[in-house]
Nanobody, 123 residues
Framework: VQLQAFGGGLVQAGGSLRLSCAVS????????IAWFRQAPGTEREFVAA????????DYADSMKGRFTISRDNARKMGYLQMNSLKPEDTAVYYC?????????????????WGQGTRVTVSS
């Protein structure tokens, strides 16, 4: 199983980025996916999750209304649209996939992880 996250970069505060996650080697259509992030010196933090069919989503409180998670099962892709970015959103963002239809914010239920893509938001 491989997950490859990309789309990170440098953006000014208030700007937007769209992260993508390409998944292979997994029955993607049966798997919940999520995004987590980790800033230097901090714990891994839940960002957003989406169920296997895309019908249900979950967000960390600080991301609600700014971030949108989505997926394209036909293309085996996950996405994270990030708007109104703030300097505190600076982190490495990881996509993760679970063998379960629904997995939520518990990182232990995600068995497969990508390598991360760095997002830097300047003030």
């Amino acid at each position: 199983v491989q997950l490859q996250a990309f789309g990170g970069g440098l953006v000014q505060a208030g700007g937007s980025l769209r992260l993508s996650c390409a998944v292979s080697g997994l029955t993607f259509g049966n798997s919940a996916i999520a995004w987590f992030r980790q800033a230097p010196g901090t714990e891994r933090e839940f960002v957003a999750a989406i169920t296997w069919n895309g019908e249900d989503t979950d967000y960390a409180d600080s991301m609600k209304g700014r971030f949108t998670i989505s997926r394209d099962n036909a293309r085996k892709m996950g996405y994270l649209q990030m708007n109104s970015l703030k300097p505190e959103d600076t982190a490495v963002y990881y996509c993760a996939a679970s063998p379960y239809y629904r997995a939520g914010a518990d990182y232990t239920t995600y068995f497969y992880w990508g390598q991360g893509t760095r997002v830097t938001v300047s003030s």
